[in-house]
Every structure is written in structure tokens, then in C-alpha cells.
């Protein structure tokens, strides 16, 4: 998951470890509850109690007639891709009027192996919101577990918005440069300004690039466009394995259709009754746990380019991203890393344990003069590639958000009264948060969604694992979910890192397998240690 404006997953984290990001997201369209809800603040242990929001309510039972049509189509699987397969189909682009046009979703499927019991399909989603299931399937099929690739087809779906299911359009590769390396810390109106003007250009560069799709790319028109691929793969239920914000999407499919959920696991949960300010601010926290678990561990080594005590690392990182806002450093492009890269760097070594050697030996390049290596890190984060372009996540990213929830502030001045509230969480990214959560406020489409619980009462055992230091879904988030959930059961992993299956733990991995293939659901509160 990730903060508004900079949340997303990175390929390079995608195919090592099959994580991903999310970003903050509620629930939307006209299934949504009522607004005004309260929403939950940690105790004093860090966990969130379930929010007295609305609950998300199940859709009626049944296809309207008026959809008929879509849950009738026939997928034509084509070779793509090398060892892949994909199809198109269409979905309305409004649930509520179905007659009012439609678009062209993409999926993509690595058939089940032979020599197992197929038992259906399984429905993966990375997160972001944003990220290309298609691609993400097509990174890291071969990672999962041979026994669970023999009974399932594995299957990808991009998200409408998303990848190659009608994309939404922002920025283009120069002015996306711009975007990552604006100011997100103002320390005058001049700054303020400067801000509010990059916040402004992206918002009209997707309502002028993306037509009537901006409006509709809501996370419950996704969920139920995976209603109807249920149908279409053959599915009575539909068996998902969902990380990050692909957690938020799989709980969404859960409260509308808790009759059809098969074996659902939501790795690296969101809580979807969180606010957008609450939700940032929590994850400001995250970021701020995974950092002090890098900087203890960089302490603890010689030659880290910060210190030699976990204090000292974190001061001296202050230090440094003070240093760089007041003169960015050079690199070996035409580009200087910006304060905001420098940032973005450092949070995105956070996703993943097998990112820190790197992050160090950036730090000490950053530490002596030259910006390079922590740029080349921020580049990961936004996935630009070699030639300037970017893949349309963050553009999804922005979108899909700024319709799931209100945004936290009205203006500028919202942003600066948080900031302070903000560093109480996190000392070291909570000021880039505060004023990362302005970008919704000039949004072309106004939101639809609000916070909610999800019961989703009925359904099956809903696996819900969270790592203790993840830093883009902090832990209490699986905890509320969990409890949520009236079938939930909570699976902790104490680690680090952005979500937890799939990274070679064989308590994790153990008890979703043994669910998925055989339906044995872990006992709520299963703990694993690293």
C-alpha cells in the first residue's frame, strides 16, 4: 500500500519476494455506506480497535438482468507473453446505469501444472492500487509453491484503470520527472504554492487524459468486475490470494459477495475504516518502525555511513535530507536528487529486508556527495524506465484513492496544521505524509466511497496475515481487519518487510498453503517468527 500520492509496488520487489505496495483506498460507488463515520485512533500499544463505521453491505443475491449479458460472455484465451495466456472482456463502465457503454478489461492465466488436483482458479492481485496483475503474475507464477501451481490456474487481472485494462492517463514522462522531484516538504507560501501548482497540473492532466473511465475506477467497480471473471473462469466461488492493497479489494469482493468467497488470503492488510488522514498518518508509522529496524541494523555494522547508534543514524538522516532540500545533489544524469527523491528513496528500500545493503551503500555515496544510487532507488519506486517513461501506476494510484475516500484536507493550511501530528508518528516521513495526503484535495471527480468495517458475514475462513514491522500496512491494520472479518483469522508474522507469503517462512507459507490446497484454515492467531 502506499501513502496518497507516493504508494505503489516496485517490479524489482514484485519478482524477489512477490510483495507489493498499496496506497491508501475505501470503499466506493453506490454500494458504500452513509458518511460521518468515527474512525478508530491507536491505543497505547499501537493497535487500532474495530471503527463503529458503517458496515460495507452485501450486494443483493443474484445477476440483475441487466447485467446478464456480461456474466454470459465467452474468454478467449490467446497465447501472450511467452508461457502465458490472456483474454479480454468487457465490463459496464457504470454498475448503476450497465447500458451507459462499457470497457475492456485484461486478464492473463498460467494454467494449472499437471499431475495435481485442479481446484479451480486462484485471483492474484499485487496492490499499489495501481499495480498490473498481469505483470505481477507473469513475474513471480513460477515462485509459488509447485503444489498450489498444480491445483489452480494462477490468474491476473488488471484492474480497471490499470495496466491493459483502459488505463488511466496523467503526466507523461518530463513532467512525471517534475511530479517525483517537487518539494513535498514547503517551508514558505512560495514553496506552499509550488506544491499546491504540481498537485493541481496532475490532477488536470488525468481528467484530460483519461476520459470517462477516471470517474469509474472506484475499488468496488473493481471488485465486482472480478465477479464477473468468476463466472467467466467457471468458478462457483471465487479463490483469491490478494497483498497489500489487493487486501483492501479482496475484503471489498468479501462484503459484497461473502456467498461466493472460496479460500480468500489478504497478505499485508489495509483497514478500510480508516479515513484518509488516519490512514496516512498509521502508515507514516509504519514507515517510521521499518526505518528504526534498518537503522539498529546499520548501526550494529561497521561502516554505516550514519553512526554508529540507532539515534545517531536517525539524526544524521535528518540531517542529511535537511542538507539535500537546501542543495540537491548531483548525480550522473542531467537530473540532481531533490530532497523528495531522497525521501523516496529511503522508503522504498523500506518494502523489502534484501533492499538495506543497498540503501546503505546509497546513504554512504549520499553522505560523501553524490546522489546517484538514492536516485536510482526513487526511480524503482515509480518504476521509470531506462528511457524517462513510467508505467501508469501512480496515475491509477491517484485515482483509484481519490475516489474511495474524502480527502483529508481542504487546502494547504490542513496539511500544515497536520504536519506536527503527523511527525509525532513518524519523526522522519511524517511531515512528507501530511502534505502527501493534499493531492486528492483538487481532484476532477469528487469521491465515492467512505470508511467502513467489513463483516462480511456468511463467507468462508478469510486468511488475513500481517507483519509486525511492515512499513506500508503496519500491523494493527491486519489486527482490525481481522476482527472485522467474522471469519477472519489473523496470521502474524514478526518480521520485516512488506507483507509476508511467498519470502520462505515455512510457518507462513505452511498454514496459506495448507489452506488453499486443502481448505484447513489456520487457527486465529497464529503466530510465526522469523
Sequence with gaps: MRATRRSRPTTAVLAATAAAAVLLAGCTSGSSPAAGPQVSTPSADGTLPVSNAAPLEPLPAGVPAALAPYYAQKLDWKTCDGEFQCAEFTVPLDYEHPGDGDITLTAARQSATPGGKRLGSLLLNPGGPGGSAVDYLEGVARTYDPQVRAAYDLVGLDPRGVGRSTPVSCLSGPRMDAYAAADITPDDQAEVDALVAVDKEFAAACKDGSGGVLAHVSTVEAARDMDVLRALLGDDRLHYLGKSYGTFLGATYAGLYPD????????????????????????????????????????????????????????????????????????????????????????????????????????????????????????????????????????????????????????????????????????????DMAWMALSCTYWSHPPTGEPHTVPAAGAAPIVVVGTTRDPATPYAWAQSLAAQLESGRLVTYDGDGHTAYGRRNTCVDGAVNRYLLGGEAPENGTHCAK
Design 260 to 431: 461466493k468467497v472460496g479460500r480468500m488470503v489478504l497478505d499485508g492488510a489495509m483497514d478500510p475504516s480508516l479515513d484518509a488522514r488516519a490512514g496516512n498518518r498509521t502508515q507514516a508509522g509504519g514507515f517510521e518502525t521499518a526505518w528504526a529496524a534498518f537503522a539498529k541494523d546499520c548501526a550494529g555494522r561497521d561502516g554505516c555511513p550514519l553512526g554508529s547508534t540507532e539515534q545517531e543514524v536517525g539524526r544524521r538522516l535528518t540531517e542529511l535530507f535537511a542538507s539535500i532540500d537546501a542543495k540537491p545533489l548531483p548525480t550522473d544524469s542531467d537530473r540532481p536528487l531533490t530532497e523528495a527523491q531522497a525521501t523516496t528513496g529511503v522508503i522504498q528500500a523500506m518494502y523489502a529486508e534484501f533492499l538495506w545493503p543497498q540503501l546503505r551503500s546509497a546513504l554512504t555515496d549520499a553522505v560523501a556527495g553524490d546522489g546517484t544510487a538514492l536516485l536510482a532507488l526513487s526511480d524503482e519506486y515509480y518504476e521509470r524506465a531506462a528511457d524517462g517513461s513510467y508505467p501508469n501506476l501512480i496515475a491509477a494510484n491517484m485515482a483509484v484513492n481519490c475516489l474511495d475516500l474524502p480527502a483529508p484536507f481542504t487546502g494547504p493550511e490542513g496539511a500544515r496544521a497536520a504536519e506536527q501530528d503527523f511527525a509525532q508518528a513518524s519523526p522522519h516521513f511524517g511531515r
